[in-house]
């Protein structure tokens, strides 16, 4: 089951973390 979907888990984890640093850039610019 993992190695079936680790393709699509790497593009989940790649959104995840742009997703983040979106939010964290967004928090500095907010302080």
């Known amino acids: 089951m993992l190695a ?3 393709e699509g888990t790497d593009l ?3 959104l995840l973390v ?3 640093v979106r939010m964290l850039g967004k928090m500095v ?3």
């Open 4 to 6: 079936l979907d680790h």
């Open 12 to 14: 989940d984890l790649e």
């Open 18 to 20: 742009f997703l983040v």
């Open 29 to 31: 610019l907010l302080i």
